[in-house]
């Protein structure tokens, strides 16, 4: 079927190049050879990449999501990132004093929900920050069992939730609600702790667990 394709298009270009003139036989000489022995082939690449987030920071090692953890120095992606420095979780203050300035900031250009995971070790110390979704202005769909894929990748044990609203208004919908009691109860079958569902206002921020909200 390529060896087809290629003899159309010197069909054509003979169409086109030969007669008189000696340089127009020339390239449809060097044209159909070129077409012939396939030196002619589609581009390996159809998209182009895209870069949705800041510049590389030093504190993090950056991961491509879902690619098994290579490690990517160019910092082209904001997926996934591990954390070099040692920032340890003790209560929700502290987990959302760390979301406003060094994942939902600056809060302007949040312009779609976007949810995020912190996954920590056995000391609650972050290791890792993932983006798992991207929804629209008000809504982002959520698959609960997607919500695990890097913390078991990582063999993290425990994990929070937190979601931003870009109207500014960090209230809770139904939804926020029910999936914070699915990813509760997937949790508990994975042996992963959900710590805390965070959502993330402008400059404010909620704790679904001290609200006691999709905890029990």
């Not at 050879?33 to 993090?60: H, I, K, V």
């Not at 992606?77 to 959302?96: G, T, W």
């Not at 250009?109 to 110390?125: A, C, G, I, S, Y």
Request: hydrophobic fraction near 40%.
């Amino acid at each position: 079927m390529q060896r087809r394709a290629y003899w159309w298009l010197a069909t054509m270009l003979e169409c086109r190049c030969t007669g008189p003139d000696l340089s127009s036989g020339l390239l449809f000489h060097s044209l159909s050879s070129a077409c012939y022995n396939g030196f002619m082939t589609r581009p390996e690449r159809y998209q182009l990449p895209f870069d949705f987030g800041p510049r590389l920071d030093p504190a993090w090692i950056y991961y491509e999501f879902g690619l098994g953890g290579r490690e990517n120095p160019e910092g082209t992606s904001r997926f996934v990132r591990q954390l070099r420095e040692e920032i340890v979780i003790r209560s929700p203050v502290e987990a959302a004093n760390h979301l406003l300035t060094h994942v939902f900031a600056p809060f302007e250009v949040f312009d779609q929900e976007e949810l995020w995971l912190l996954l920590l070790n056995t000391k609650h110390r972050i290791t890792h920050e993932a983006m798992v979704y991207r929804g629209t202005v008000n809504s982002v769909y959520i698959r609960p069992a997607e919500l695990f894929k890097e913390a078991v990748r990582v063999n993290a044990p425990a994990l929070l939730l937190s979601h931003c609203h870009p109207s500014g208004d960090p209230s809770p919908s139904p939804e926020d609600v029910r999936v914070t009691e699915e990813a509760v109860q997937v949790g508990k079958l994975l042996g992963i702790e959900v710590l805390d569902h965070i959502l993330i206002g402008r400059g404010v921020w909620l704790s679904l667990r001290e609200q006691k909200l999709g905890f029990g």
